[in-house]
């Protein structure tokens, strides 16, 4: 048991599973007792946790908290062998570490129309912004986008919050036929404006919202969410490169200067190509994972 140095009460070293939610086959939700993290979470912001103490690190982005319950939600994609391991934790069980919360959150004061647009399980980090900016008085559209109907994730959650809700499909299965830029550059075509775009979800899906706000001068913000380790900027592996006006290129790290960033000064190519690096890495360990509880 590890103690508080302050009034020697004693503070729990695993945080308890209170809550899970299959959205999808690959996406699940859970809520996490932590009320210190939940004491300070804003939306935008991550944890880093460890399933149990030989586990690797990983990042979340926060997907939601309670405050007066002391708890944190996080949604996540299973991917690789942690979200494996993760996803077998039932309610009542615990896990090891639960840090944060870290990184900038999401700037949304100020703002009176604002369109959010989620791609996928990145829905899962854009619904608090959505609903920051609705109980701030914003007006929000928002545009959700899956490859069909069975990743349908957060549709009720994202109508609560927003005037305009639109759903797209790639396959049309679901909502309407199309990506998310089919309907935002309908709406922008028609005259319609927004103070800021929010896009959060993959990384192509992103610089392709960034090319269609461009010609209308409308700003934009990407989360972005690349390798990350300790999450406070010491292993440099979060690093993203900017392209300023001027042509000049910055170093910064996702997990102190971000995760938002100015989507047209974020190199989406060099992105995509640093995140690819080990995806067949994650698949054999996942696999592994799999095998591993079959047994």
Do not use: W
């Not at 005259?191 to 896009?199: K, N, S, T």
């Not at 461009?214 to 979060?238: F, H, L």
């Not at 995509?272 to 994650?282: A, G, P």
């Amino acid at each position: 048991m590890v103690y508080n140095h302050l009034n020697k009460e004693p503070l729990a070293t695993m945080f308890e599973i209170v809550s899970k939610r299959i959205l999808n086959p690959t996406v699940t939700e859970m809520e996490i007792h932590s009320p210190l993290v939940a004491k300070k979470a804003e939306p935008g912001q991550f944890i880093i946790l460890r399933v149990d103490e030989d586990g690797e690190r990983i990042p979340l982005t926060v997907a939601g908290y309670d405050r007066e319950k002391g708890n944190v939600k996080i949604i996540f994609q299973i991917v690789g062998a942690t979200t494996e391991k993760l996803n077998h934790k039932e309610v009542g069980d615990h896990i090891s570490d639960f840090v944060g919360p870290l990184g900038v959150p999401t700037h949304v004061d100020g703002y009176k129309k604002v369109c959010v647009i989620g791609g996928g399980v990145g829905c899962a980090i854009a619904l608090p912004v959505a609903k920051k900016l609705h109980d701030l008085g914003a007006e929000v559209t928002s545009i959700i986008g899956f490859r069909n109907k069975d990743l349908l994730i957060l549709e009720d959650e994202f109508k609560e919050v927003s005037k305009k809700s639109i759903v797209m499909t790639d396959d049309g299965s679901y909502g309407n036929k199309g990506n998310v830029t089919m309907p935002l550059k309908e709406m922008l075509d028609a005259g319609e404006r927004f103070d800021l775009i929010i896009a959060i979800g993959p990384l192509i899906m992103m610089k392709f919202v960034v090319s269609t706000a461009k010609p209308y001068s409308i700003p934009v913000t990407v989360s972005m969410n690349p390798i990350m380790i300790d999450g406070t900027g010491m292993c440099g592996g979060c690093r993203l490169s900017l392209v300023k006006e001027d042509g000049s290129r910055v170093m910064k790290f996702a997990c102190i200067d971000g995760p938002d960033f100015n989507g047209y000064e974020v190199d989406f190519d060099e992105a995509m190509m640093r995140n690819r690096q080990y995806s067949d890495f994650e698949k054999k360990k996942r696999e592994e994972t799999c095998n591993l509880f079959k047994k």
